[in-house]
């Protein structure tokens, strides 16, 4: 894994830029322009968010560019910003999947007086008005945590990872295998780099499988593109044994999908750390209303449970996400048990 620069503070200094560069509306326009781009469509987590972001446009009764699609792809994710920018937005929503090379984009927003709000993930480099997000590193503590606990400390665990050069994959990633190395020593963890590919994960896993007969664990970091190729795989090998069972893989993911928690009712899976899809797109779209109005926001708690960090470069409004196990799966407020098909 690449080694990360340690991130410092800049209280203040971001959020002065931002104040300079706000603007108010043209005249005649009831309400402030929004551009969207939505990152991907290959997994349910983030068609769920594509849906709730229609669903906020609604509620919120936002004035909004029609959205653009980047893929997953960085070529096509510069191209569609630069486009929605030459439309003079107010604000951009945004989900760069390549966190490290953001720079350039990010500035051209910043000079043209366009505020950039990213969903999901933390850019690196660049002037962002909000990150919306949760804390990426729990999602591998929690997952290390639970399957630790669900192990005995003993065994093997195949992590299927995402894109390293995403914030998100190398955080998850960082966060389970400190956890592993400070509490759970007797754990071999089996790191598998998948880029977020669903056909890369199950090559390795199976490749994994059959060179570690006796691998009792299995962490996800995305749910959403991993969780229907491991099920079919391990039913493939006759290893999809309901939890509770002798021979049960214990299997944790992230996302919570609602195909996720449904595993967790019929023991296919054990846990899954919930990325609140519903409260993503509210709040980017909260803020890059915020944005286009002129406000500006202060480290510290919040009103809707979070709290809002300062970045080297913009803020951060860390949203809560919680741990789900057949304890708490059909818990009312998990966003996905009242997810719209």
């Not at 399957?147 to 390293?164: D, I």
């Amino acid at each position: 894994m690449k080694s990360r620069t340690t991130r410092t503070t800049c209280a203040g200094c971001i959020a002065v830029l931002l104040a300079g560069c706000g603007g108010t509306d043209d005249p005649g326009n009831s309400r402030p322009q929004i551009a969207i781009d939505i990152p991907r469509a290959d997994s349910d987590f983030w068609k769920a968010y594509a849906k709730y972001i229609q669903q906020e446009i609604n509620d919120q009764q936002l004035r909004v560019l029609p959205p653009t699609h980047s893929d997953g792809d960085e070529a096509t994710f510069a191209a569609n910003v630069r486009s929605l920018a030459g439309r003079h937005p107010k604000s951009i929503v945004m989900a760069p999947q390549n966190t490290m090379t953001t720079d350039t984009t990010l500035s051209e927003l910043f000079r043209a007086n366009i505020h950039a709000i990213s969903v999901d993930t933390e850019p690196e480099h660049g002037t962002v008005y909000m990150v919306v997000r949760t804390d990426n590193r729990s999602y591998g503590t929690k997952a290390c945590e639970f399957l630790g606990k669900q192990l005995g400390g003993k065994g093997k665990v195949a992590e299927l990872q995402g894109a390293l050069t995403s914030i998100n994959g190398y955080e998850r990633s960082e966060g389970f295998a400190a956890c592993m190395k400070r509490n759970f020593p007797g754990i071999q963890v089996i790191a598998l780099a998948t880029d977020w590919k669903a056909d890369v994960a199950s090559e390795k896993l199976q490749a994994t499988l059959a060179a570690n007969r006796d691998l009792n664990g299995i962490y996800m970091q995305a749910g959403g593109v991993f969780l229907q190729p491991t099920l079919a795989l391990l039913q493939q090998k006759g290893l999809l044994k309901p939890a509770g069972q002798p021979g049960h893989i214990a299997i944790v993911s992230n996302d919570g999908i609602p195909a996720e928690l449904n595993a967790i009712r019929k023991g296919d899976i054990d846990a899954t750390v919930s990325q609140p899809a519903d409260l993503y797109a509210k709040y980017a779209l909260y803020y890059a209303k915020a944005a286009a109005e002129g406000k500006t926001f202060q480290p510290g708690p919040t009103d809707h449970r979070s709290t809002i960090i300062q970045l080297p470069n913009g803020m951060e409004d860390q949203l809560p996400s919680a741990l789900v196990t057949k304890e708490n799966v059909d818990d009312p407020s998990l966003w996905a048990n009242h997810a719209k098909g």
